[in-house]
T-cell receptor, first 118, second 117 residues
Framework: AQKITQTQPGMFVQEKEAVTLDCTYD???????LFWYKQPSSGEMIFLIY??????QNATEGRYSLNFQKARKSANLVISASQLGDSAMYFC???????????????FGKGTLLTVNP | NAGVTQTPKFRVLKTGQSMTLLCAQD?????MYWYRQDPGMGLRLIHY???????AKGEVPDGYNVSRLKKQNFLLGLESAAPSQTSVYFC????????????????FGPGTRLTVT
């Protein structure tokens, strides 16, 4: 079974509107972290936001927020007031902190390609 | 700080040739990782290292070897390249818990685009 599922291969949004990118995860580890990375067409991976499994509040970083629903095992990324520069591939990733030793490795989803239209 | 750098940026190999990809980080991170990114597959972990002199297999280790002789460098080797190894390779590094990073996020290099013909 996939550990990270991103069901939207592509999404379109109008500039200045908000958009939600979906991510569901599968783990039996009680301690884990969820990450979102952005990959623009230039190819680099840019860290956006993090949510820990024990965090009580949803994470926010500027225009990015993470809608964390633990019981549903979902960690959706919300981008408010979209900008043309937000057009990129977005990856959800999980770190399971008690399994496999303290290696802190990430498991990635397949990504969602976001296109912001002017 | 250069962060995480990768050498080379692009390479074309013939089947059966060998090569080494170099990753260097100047952030004094303990952990280093090699991923490959294929279309529609996301990033998959090849090998990783939790410290100088240690390496371990990730999700897709076959056909690759790694070495971490110095803390700042992590080398990925292909002994006999195959077309299936055509991919974009990313190196990443992260701190130990307690080293001052709130999230222990991974910092990525710019990637190496490898084509095997």
């Amino acid at each position: 079974a996939q550990k990270i599922t991103q069901t939207q291969p592509g999404m379109f949004v109008q500039e200045k509107e908000a958009v939600t990118l979906d991510c569901t995860y599968d783990t039996s580890d009680p301690s884990y972290g969820l990450f979102w990375y952005k990959q623009p067409s230039s190819g680099e991976m840019i860290f956006l936001i993090y949510q820990g499994s024990y965090d009580q509040q949803n994470a926010t970083e500027g225009r990015y927020s993470l809608n964390f629903q633990k019981a549903r095992k979902s960690a959706n990324l919300v981008i408010s007031a979209s900008q043309l520069g937000d057009s990129a591939m977005y990856f959800c990733a999980m770190r399971e902190e008690n399994s496999g030793g303290s290696n802190y490795k990430l498991t990635f989803g397949k990504g969602t390609l976001l296109t912001v239209n002017p | 700080n250069a962060g995480v750098t990768q050498t080379p940026k692009f390479r074309v190999l013939k089947t059966g040739q060998s090569m080494t990809l170099l990753c260097a980080q100047d952030m004094n991170h303990e952990y280093m990782y090699w991923y490959r990114q294929d279309p529609g597959m996301g990033l998959r972990l090849i090998h990783y290292s939790v410290g100088e002199g240690t390496t371990a297999k990730g999700e897709v280790p076959d056909g690759y070897n790694v070495s971490r002789l110095k803390k700042q460098n992590f080398l990925l080797g292909l002994e006999s390249a195959a077309p299936s190894q055509t991919s974009v390779y990313f190196c990443a590094s992260s701190k130990l818990p307690g080293q001052g990073s709130r999230f222990h996020e991974q910092y990525f290099g710019p990637g190496t685009r490898l084509t095997v013909t």
